[in-house]
């Protein structure tokens, strides 16, 4: 499985990222997916996550501002990020959860990410 993040930045407070990623190496469309975020030295935050069905879940620090989807055909998993303040700045990786329900609150544990991308609002 390989996983690999893409549209993260430098954005003014209260702008909007798309971050992508792009999965090879299993079946899309049987497995959950999510984004968590982490800062050097501090603990992970599982931020949302997305089912098979396309059930998904959020953090509440993120809820109503981040939107995750999924394009199963092309096996890409997105974040919507909008309304970002600066308390957004932080690495964010894809997940492929292998284990477990699929809630924002497992995302980062077993599974699969990819390298993460950063997003670092001012």
């Known amino acids: 499985v390989q996983l690999v993040e893409s549209g993260g930045g430098s954005v003014q407070a209260g702008g909007s990222l798309r971050l992508a990623c792009a999965a090879s190496g299993y079946t899309a469309s049987v497995n959950c997916m999510g984004w968590f975020r982490r800062a050097p030295g501090e603990e992970r935050e599982g931020i949302a996550s997305i089912g098979s069905d396309g059930t998904t879940t959020y953090a509440d620090s993120v809820k109503g501002r981040f939107t995750i989807s999924r394009d199963n055909s092309k096996k890409t998993l997105f974040l919507q990020l909008n309304s970002l303040q600066p308390e957004d700045s932080d690495m964010y990786y894809c997940?492929?959860?292998?284990?477990?329900?699929?809630?924002?609150?497992?995302?980062?544990?077993?599974?699969?990410w990819g390298p993460g991308t950063q997003v670092t609002v001012s």
């Open positions: 997940h492929l959860l292998t284990s477990g329900h699929c809630t924002f609150q497992n995302i980062g544990d077993y599974g699969f």
